[in-house]
């Protein structure tokens, strides 16, 4: 190993790498529609999800607990909220199926569209 390997705290790049794996990111044009950051998190990694499912699926797409932290980091209570103001809002929806009961997920775009455009409209004025 040769002595940039290994900086004087001990840290490798490997395990740099490690603790920074990807990043997490979010459409910042998000946060004044949906009351914040945490909903905001949700909402984008909800539109990445649903732009990557297969086309026979009508838009829906089932995630777990474990599964919305691994990708955001959000705990289940800010997963709870951000959730519960996503629907308030119109911009996501959900629906259990199955025993056990999964829970599924719909992004409604053309609400976050809707809200878009409102927030620009109310910028410029």
Not at 6 to 22: K, M, N, R, S
Not at 25 to 45: D, E, K, Y
Request: net charge positive.
């Amino acid at each position: 190993m040769s002595a940039r390997a290994v900086a004087p705290t001990g840290i490798t790049h490997e395990l740099l790498l490690e603790v920074f794996d990807l990043p997490v990111t979010f459409h910042r044009c998000l946060v004044p529609i949906t009351g914040g950051v945490t909903a905001a998190l949700m909402l984008s990694q909800a539109i990445w999800t649903a732009q990557t499912i297969e086309g026979d699926s009508d838009g829906w797409f089932s995630k777990s607990r474990d599964q919305w932290t691994e990708e955001t980091g959000l705990s289940r209570w800010e997963q709870e909220t951000a959730r519960r103001a996503l629907r308030a809002a119109g911009f996501l929806e959900e629906r259990r199926i199955g025993v056990p009961a999964k829970l599924w997920f719909r992004v409604r775009p053309e609400a976050v569209w809707r809200a878009l455009q409102a927030r620009a409209g109310a910028i410029h004025r």
